[in-house]
């Protein structure tokens, strides 16, 4: 997929490091029914199709498209299986870190980039200082993007547009940017739009990993969440 978007051309990205990067990625995801590696190919996969199958690109530079199949990949590293709301009901370590503000998605593209920091995942290496400080904000504020708690202000901005063209401006930053963080978002919770058949084994692991949540608030005393 990364292959196939010309990135790896534009921005002068070894394959071998590629596959060092997604290795990586990939041990870095955790066994959990429903945010695990399987769920980030998912993700990855869908706004692949979007970029190969609709005219979303004609709206992004390559620099975004690279953005977005990073983020879209490593957008739940190291999930844990639980809500942000969880690690804040805990006074966890990590709550305590990210001020209870998007506290996964904070984590999830600390550790992303802590990835990059090691020369043989660096896809970043060949990339020019402008370029890649472009690139780690375009891929931290996607990843951010995937917090729930911003689907309605999406769909309230996207609802007061009457075309393509007033929403998104491939010369305006900020509405690539939001092109971006609302492919993402959409992909992340795209499962439900696959065949009943599969969309039914994901809503199946969801659930499973909601009543894990349940299950360890009961134990420490916690109200359950609805």
């Known amino acids: 997929m990364f292959a196939n978007t010309q990135v790896l051309e534009q921005f002068d990205i070894p394959e071998e490091i590629l596959r060092n990067f997604i290795n990586a990625v990939g041990t870095k995801y955790l066994d959990n029914p429903y945010h695990n590696y399987y769920h980030a190919v998912h993700v990855l996969q869908s706004v692949y199709f979007c970029l190969r199958k609709t005219e979303m690109h004609k709206f992004l530079c ?29 006074d966890s370590n ?13 984590m999830h593209a600390h550790e992303t980039f ?11 290496a060949k990339l020019d200082k402008a370029d890649r400080k472009e690139l780690r904000k375009i891929i931290i504020n996607a990843i951010l993007a995937t917090d729930m708690t911003h689907h309605k202000n ?11 063209e007033e929403a998104f401006d491939v010369e305006d930053a900020s509405a690539r940017q939001f092109l971006v963080d609302v492919f993402v978002h959409a992909a992340d919770i795209s499962a439900q739009v696959y065949t009943w ?26 109200t359950p969440s609805s």
């Open 62 to 90: 390559n620099i975004d498209i690279l953005g977005i199949l990073v983020s879209a990949l490593c957008h739940d590293i190291n999930h844990p299986g639980h809500a942000s709301d969880f690690e804040i009901k805990t």
């Open 94 to 106: 990590l709550s305590l870190l990210y001020n209870d503000v998007s506290v996964l998605e904070n």
């Open 114 to 124: 802590m990835l990059l920091q090691d020369e043989e995942f660096n896809i970043f």
């Open 154 to 164: 999406f769909t309230t901005k996207l609802g007061e547009k009457s075309s393509v």
């Open 197 to 222: 058949e599969i969309a039914f084994k994901w809503e199946e692991r969801i659930n499973r990993e909601f009543v894990m949540q349940v299950e360890k608030e009961r134990r420490l005393g916690l």
